[in-house]
Each structure stands twice: as C-alpha cells, then as structure tokens.
C-alpha cells in the first residue's frame, strides 16, 4: 500500500464511527470508481449489504470526510459471505477469482460481528491428512530454447480452435500423450474415441468442479474412454491438493496445463481445457450463423507446433508427471468437488471479424516454460517484459496480486513491478482482463503503481494467458497471473521470438481491445 493509501487508513481509523452505519459490512482505504471505472483518486470505498440510492438523514454515509470522497459499493454475494458467513466462503474453497474468491485487503475493517472469530485456512482439512510430495523433473530433461525452422500452425478460440484441434488429433498414428485440467466436452471425446483407438493414450487430468458448460464430469469422461479404448488407454488423477482421488499433492490449487503431444514429435498446446467454452464446436469463420454461439465461447489462444525435440521434452515433463500421480491415486475414493464453480453468466459484444488459423513455417527460438519448476516461468517471462521498448500487450483471465501475509510469493510480485516498469518507462502496457478482475482487484494494481485506468480494460470471457512484446515475440500459456499459477501449480507455455507469429496474435488482440473490451468492471 502507497503512502497517500496509508493516510486514508489513518483516516479511516480515526473516523469510523461515523462510517458504521446500518447494512455497512466494511471500509478500507481504495480509488474513487467512476461509471465502472477507477478514476485514480484515493477514497474511502464502503462496502454494503444494499446499496440504497438516495438515502438521507442519520443513516446516510457521508459524502467526504477531511476532502477524501466516500465512495459506497454494493458487496458482491460472495463478499457478503466472505464478511458476515467466512465458515460458507472458506468451505466453498474458492481458491481464484473465477471461481469466486474476492480481493482481500489488509487494511480493511469490518463492522459487523461476524459468527467466526477468523477465516479456515484454505485447503486446512484435507492438508492435514495428505502429505505434501516434493515437486520433481524428469531426468536428464532440459527446458532450453531451441531455435530453428519450425512450422506452426496458430488459432484462437471461439475463432478457429475446435476446428484446428480436431484434425491434429484425427492425425495420431500411435499414440498421443495429453496433460489437461478439464476434459468434459462431448464433441471433443467422441473424437478421440474415433481417432485413438488400437493407438497409446496416456492422459493426467485434474478433477475440478463441473464446469459450468459440462457435457459430462471429468470421471464420466476416464469412463468412457476406458470402456472405449481399453487397455491402449492409462490414466492418473493429478496430484492436486483437494483432489480426492490423490493420496499425495503436490500442486496447491490446480495441474492446469493444456498439453497435447502426438507421436513424440508434435504438440498442441494451449491456454484453454477440452471443454465447450474454451473448445465450442463451431466454426465462425466459414459459418456466419455460428457469430453468435461466438459471443459465450471464451477467448483462448493455441499453437501447434512441429518439433520432435521440443515435443519430446514436454512429453518427459508430462510422463513423469503420469508415473507419479500413478503412485498415488486412490481407485475406491469418493467423487467430490474441488472447488466452488462460477457459472458463466455473461456474453461478448459482437465480433468485428473472426480470425482463421494460420500455417507459417519460418526461423523462430521457441523457450518452453514450465511451472513448478524453479525460476523457469519467472525468469523467462520477466525476460520478455523487461525487453519491451514500444509495446507490452498483455490479456490474462485475472491478475491476482497476493496477500501482505502471504510467503514465497516475490517471483510473481517481481513480474508484476516489472510490467509497472514498463509503463513508467514510457511503454505502451495495454492489458485485457476478464469480468472476473472486480474493482478490489484493480484497485489493487493501483495500489501497486499500476496506472489502471489508462492500461486495462475488462472483456467479457477472456480465458486466455497471453503477451506479445513490441510485436516481435509473444507468450502463449496455461499460467494464470496469480501466485499460484506462476510459480506453484503445473503449468505450460512457450515463448515465440517470431515477428509473424507475433503479428497473429496481435490482430486478435488489437481486435479484442478495440471491439470487445471496454472500462467497465464489477464491484466485489
């Protein structure tokens, strides 16, 4: 928190007497929003049960206080559970900002007696009877760069994904070896269960809630290819912490990659899961009716990429990762939920335009960056931003900075200054979040040195994990823009060093900034 923020905390303090006003639930020290929007002028924000317009008399909140605008929000319901419910929120394990968990603010009071002396410790009851496994790498296994002429092939979602992923998976001739944190879409499925059979199928998967727009649970998904594949097909439960079909953990909240590689030398890999938001199964670019379908599917970027050692080096990863989880998973445990779901209920303006797939074989340095492996996705990415010189276009589904109390968290704070470095020094920074990234959390940026107001806007629906630097390089990844996601939980990317490559992606952004985004965010 900035020194004018520490202030307002003061003033707070000193006066929140007159602050504690019926359906109050807190105050803390923030930025005036205007229209949707953070104007950038320190306030007082009071969160209400209702807000109600209008309100005079002795139970009105002042307007000011010493010339420091009062500026009252209505709490989202989760809020509402976090302050008057915290044993409902906490229960809920609402472990990021789209599944619910709201921003949390150190120098927050709140003024209403609440049922529990404190919040529960995420993950307290399920970490107290499963050990905590140390992460570990393949052996012999090396995440440098490599450089080369390399063919891609590069798509979007809701553009161009679902109808580039289906013929690379159509293409397996003997096996193909698949890491994913969701796989619950129908169409993708069948797919697979046309296109693999008498063929290797390894898959480790993630077991999260159902997701929203699910036409079958995760385990409904391992019965059918099971009964489908048979003995070609061998599958693990990832080592995720609130996972009850592993024994062990290893990954605190989520195994969040989207890696696909087939027959040791090609690879799909991507922000978005196998599942209809992130794969709807349309076509937009050659079905004009499927425009609308367009506006619930979620933005995500994908790249093929043909390179045996590249492929070869993220199946290691990925193989590893299937024999680990093999040794500690629990065939007679329960089903259950792993976290609280958050069901889509919004759409995207209309589309401008739709972007096909695009084939380009050229020169390029491809680094792979993984997650948890130490210093590997922080470094590179900070790399990547601390080179950009005119433009740093970022669009992430959320970024979460961590608590004041929270450790081992400086990797993901040090790419967070980096990026407001950038801007300090006179860099384009453009960053596109999803409805997901609220008021608090923006507010947060600012706090942070963050100018918000002119860098972000908020876009409906975005999934996707992306940066394109001075439209030379971009990043595409499963890595939220959270601790967790940076730096503890199993995640994959690339960083592309290609100007062309760089273009494609920065069309579609161009795109979503212009057409689809918009300063508008929701309150917590």
């Known amino acids: 928190m900035d020194e004018t923020q520490d202030r307002i905390a003061e003033l707070v303090e000193a006066n929140v007497d007159e602050l504690r006003k019926p359906g109050v639930l807190s105050v803390r020290p923030g930025y005036q929003v205007t229209n ?6 320190p306030a007082i924000v009071v969160t209400v049960s209702h807000k109600l317009p209008g309100l005079t008399g002795p139970a009105a909140l002042p307007t000011h206080i010493n010339g420091v605008a009062v500026d009252v929000r209505q709490a989202s319901p989760a809020k509402r559970d976090r302050i008057l419910d915290p044993e409902v929120y906490d229960g809920a394990a609402r472990t990021a900002p789209d599944q619910g968990r709201v921003p949390e603010f150190p120098a927050e009071l709140e003024l209403v007696a609440s049922p529990t002396a404190h919040h529960l410790a995420p993950f307290a009851a399920p970490a107290a009877t499963k050990p905590n496994l140390p992460y570990t790498a393949p052996d012999g296994a090396s995440l440098s760069p490599v450089t080369g002429d390399i063919s891609l092939t590069l798509s979007a979602s809701p553009d161009s994904g679902w109808p580039t ?4 998976l159509d293409a397996t001739k003997a096996k193909l070896i698949v890491s994913m944190y969701d796989f ?11 296109a693999l059979p008498g063929k290797e199928f390894k898959l480790t998967l993630d077991h999260p809630a159902k997701n929203p727009t699910a036409n079958q649970t995760d385990e409904q998904t391992v019965a059918a290819l099971d009964a489908a594949l048979g003995t070609t097909f061998d599958q693990a439960w990832a080592l995720e912490r609130m996972d009850p079909k592993a024994t062990a953990w290893i990954y605190p909240t989520a195994y969040h990659i989207k890696v696909a590689v087939q027959d040791s030398n090609r690879m799909w890999l991507s922000s978005g899961n196998w599942n209809n938001s992130n794969q709807p199964d349309i076509n937009p670019v050659t079905t004009a009716s499927d425009a609308t379908a367009a506006r619930s599917g979620d933005r995500d970027w994908h790249v093929v990429i043909e390179h045996p050692g590249l492929s070869q080096t993220f199946e290691a990863f990925m193989l590893h990762d299937l024999e680990v989880a093999s040794a500690h998973n629990a065939a007679d445990a329960a089903a259950g939920l792993e976290s609280a779901a958050v069901a889509p209920n919004v759409v995207t303006p209309p ?13 390029m340095t491809i680094t792979p960056v993984l997650t948890p492996d130490p210093g590997v996705y922080v470094d590179a990415v900070k790399t990547l931003i601390e080179s950009a010189t ?3 276009h970022m669009q992430f589904q959320y970024i979460e900075l961590p608590s004041s109390t929270a450790t081992g968290v400086q990797g993901f704070i040090d790419l967070v200054d980096a990026v407001i ?36 806007r908020i876009q409906n629906n975005v999934h996707n994990k992306g940066i394109i630097v001075d439209g030379a390089s971009v990043l595409i990844s499963s890595q939220n823009w959270s601790s967790a996601g940076t730096l503890h939980n199993r995640d994959a990317g690339v960083i592309i060093e290609n100007v062309k490559v760089a273009e494609y992606y920065e069309q579609l952004f161009q795109h979503d900034w212009t057409t689809l985004a918009t300063q508008k965010a929701s309150d917590d």
Do not use: C, N
């Open 184 to 194: 619950t879409s129908a169409h993708i499925l069948t797919e697979v269960e046309h």
């Open 390 to 392: 005119t433009t740093l």
């Open 165 to 168: 992923l289906k013929p690379f």
């Open 421 to 456: 470095a950038r801007q300090k020094a006179g860099v384009e920074v453009q960053i596109i979040m999803s409805e997901y990234e609220t008021t608090g959390y923006l507010e947060q940026l600012q706090a942070a040195g963050l100018d918000v107001a002119t860098s972000a």
């Open 36 to 41: 949707g929007w953070l104007t950038g002028r």
């Open 351 to 363: 589309f401008a335009k739709f972007f096909p797939a695009l084939a380009i074989t050229g020169r």
